[in-house]
């Protein structure tokens, strides 16, 4: 049996508070996603300009993981801190 090798993307967060957004690739079904820095507080929204109105919290140090029904999607985020990076992790 063949284990799948994920997809790694990090983006970089310049500005706090700002939302940015990455394009998981297409045929994604599941993804991780966590800040870098532990000290940051984060917001994941699905919908794009929703990551500071409609949208989950990530805790500090917190990683979340999800399956995506369909195959993929974009994600919207913004974290409290300036000068961190998103990892995100990405399975088809």
């Not at 870098?36 to 500071?52: C, H, W």
Request: no cysteine.
């Amino acid at each position: 049996m063949e284990i799948a090798k994920p997809t790694v993307a990090n983006v970089a967060i310049t500005l706090a508070n700002t939302e940015y957004s990455y394009a998981l690739p297409a045929g994604t079904r599941t993804f991780q996603l966590r800040f870098r820095n532990v000290d940051t507080f984060g917001q994941l929204a699905i919908d794009s300009g929703a990551s500071g109105t409609t949208y989950v919290k990530l805790g500090q140090g917190e990683t979340i993981k999800e399956e995506i029904k369909g195959g993929g999607a974009t994600l919207y985020f913004r974290g409290d801190n300036a000068s961190d990076t998103v990892e995100i992790l990405s399975w088809k």
